[in-house]
T-cell receptor
Framework: NAGVTQTPKFRILKIGQSMTLQCAQD?????MYWYRQDPGMGLKLIYY???????DKGEVPNGYNVSRSTTEDFPLRLELAAPSQTSVYFC??????????FGPGTRLLVL | GENVEQHPSTLSVQEGDSAVIKCTYS??????FPWYKQELGKRPQLIID?????GEKKDQRIAVTLNKTAKHFSLHITETQPEDSAVYFC???????????FGGGTRVLVKP
């Protein structure tokens, strides 16, 4: 089991560029999540999904989009990168009432 | 929705002493309370969790207690060691069970 994997590990974007952060899990979890963590701060939920084809906004969804076409994959899309989106992005997955596992994170710098 | 408050935000202890972190939650229907440890530059990792049908759970030097009436739960670390230095997050599941609400985190520093 690879658990939760994320790519890339690190990326530098210019203002206005777009990119997709990839997340995959091989534990057959229904629930998947995207968080952002600013330096020295806590975890803020961006988007989540309770199953393939179903997504919902978290507390900070502006500037992001997601899709969930399969159980395994949950990509996060940034359309017009802004300096405020400089952060570490964590993907996570879990089954209902079970442990939530985090991916290793993607460090994003927008200049 | 659920609101989770965590205190203190920073905690400095001498090696060998105990550390206690407290969290309160707002949704009385929450029934699952995990604790995560995040070392610098790493992902959060589960260290212990408790469900609402028990009041206390221990795993070696780590214990968690839950008071459902008061809606608070606490993490206790005994005989602290330098490798316990990290940020600790508490969380509670929402009544619908589909997502966790995290506390703001506690930065623990264990001084040798």
């Amino acid at each position: 089991n690879a658990g939760v994997t994320q790519t890339p590990k690190f990326r530098i974007l210019k203002i206005g560029q777009s990119m997709t952060l990839q997340c995959a899990q091989d534990m057959n979890h229904n629930y998947m999540y995207w968080y952002r963590q600013d330096p020295g701060m806590g975890l803020k939920l961006i988007y989540y999904s309770v199953g393939a084809g179903i997504t919902d906004k978290g507390e900070v969804p502006n500037g992001y989009n997601v899709s969930r076409s399969t159980t395994e994959d949950f990509p996060l899309r940034l359309e017009l990168a802004a300096p405020s989106q400089t952060s570490v992005y964590f993907c996570a997955s879990r089954s209902l009432q079970e442990t939530q596992y985090f991916g290793p994170g993607t460090r994003l710098l927008v200049l | 929705g659920e609101n989770v408050e965590q205190h203190p935000s920073t905690l400095s202890v001498q090696e060998g002493d105990s550390a206690v972190i407290k969290c309160t939650y707002s949704d009385s229907a929450s029934n699952y309370f995990p604790w995560y440890k995040q070392e610098l530059g790493k992902r959060p990792q589960l260290i212990i969790d408790i469900r609402s049908n028990v009041g206390e759970k221990k795993d070696q030097r780590i214990a968690v207690t839950l008071n459902k009436t008061a809606k608070h739960f606490s993490l206790h670390i005994t005989e602290t060691q330098p490798e316990d230095s990290a940020v600790y997050f508490c969380a509670a599941n929402q009544a619908a069970g589909n997502k966790l609400t995290f506390g703001g985190g506690t930065r623990v520093l264990v001084k040798p």
